[in-house]
């Protein structure tokens, strides 16, 4: 398995689109299925913020992590940038992609300089504490609770070791 670019796999990007918005389109106001397509066609442009970052396994995409300026319109106040759409495959669950993912993304955040990344969940909490983030608030996005949470990456990476700019690839 290996974390790259979403721009050195622009055929991902139809599939990938489909997946995030079943999972997450009832979240958002006006985020059909095309601009879920058109974000992600933007993501593959850069490897700055935003962007995204696929896992692969051979030419078989396992999952992804978007690193965001804002995730929800409603949450932009409490500033950004965000960690979102981390998405697995159901059958490629259970065997640490998402550990894979998000870690990669705290290293890509702290290779940016970002100072504090934060997220929100709906239901993933406890995973994303063993992963180093704190909760700063519970709230509502539409009437789902959601618990938004933040990670410093300097502050991981420097304490985990994990992931150097080798371990990824960006598009040419």
Same mark, same amino acid.
């Given at each position: 398995?290996?974390?790259?670019?979403?721009?050195?796999?622009?055929?991902?990007?139809?599939?990938?689109?489909?997946?995030?918005?079943?999972?997450?389109?009832?979240?958002?106001?006006? /985020?059909?299925?095309?601009?879920?397509?058109?974000?992600?066609?933007?993501?593959?442009?850069?490897?700055?913020?935003?962007?995204?970052?696929?896992?692969?396994?051979?030419?078989?995409?396992?999952?992804?992590?978007?690193?965001?300026?804002?995730?929800?319109?409603?949450?932009?106040?409490? &500033?950004?940038?965000?960690?979102?759409?981390?998405?697995?495959?159901?059958?490629?669950?259970?065997?640490?992609?998402?550990?894979?993912?998000?870690?990669?993304?705290?290293?890509?955040?702290?290779?940016?300089?970002?100072?504090?990344?934060?997220?929100?969940?709906? /239901?993933?909490?406890?995973?994303?504490?063993?992963? &180093?983030?704190?909760?700063?608030?519970?709230?509502?996005?539409?009437?789902?609770?959601?618990?938004?949470?933040?990670?410093?990456?300097?502050?991981?990476?420097?304490?985990?070791?994990?992931?150097?700019?080798?371990?990824?690839?960006?598009?040419?």
């Amino acid at each position: 398995m290996r974390i790259e670019a979403i721009g050195r796999h622009p055929a991902c990007i139809e599939s990938l689109a489909r997946w995030h918005h079943q999972e997450w389109g009832a979240l958002y106001d006006d /985020w059909t299925l095309d601009v879920a397509t058109a974000e992600l066609a933007d993501h593959a442009t850069r490897t700055s913020v935003p962007t995204t970052l696929l896992l692969m396994d051979g030419e078989d995409l396992l999952g992804s992590v978007s690193l965001l300026v804002e995730d929800a319109p409603a949450l932009q106040d409490r &500033g950004g940038p965000w960690l979102g759409s981390l998405f697995v495959r159901p059958e490629a669950r259970g065997r640490g992609a998402g550990r894979l993912l998000v870690d990669a993304a705290v290293a890509h955040a702290a290779r940016e300089d970002v100072q504090v990344l934060r997220l929100f969940t709906l /239901w993933h909490e406890q995973f994303y504490a063993s992963l &180093g983030w704190q909760a700063e608030e519970r709230t509502s996005l539409h009437g789902t609770p959601v618990v938004i949470m933040s990670i410093r990456p300097a502050d991981r990476v420097a304490h985990t070791g994990v992931l150097s700019d080798a371990v990824w690839t960006t598009h040419d």
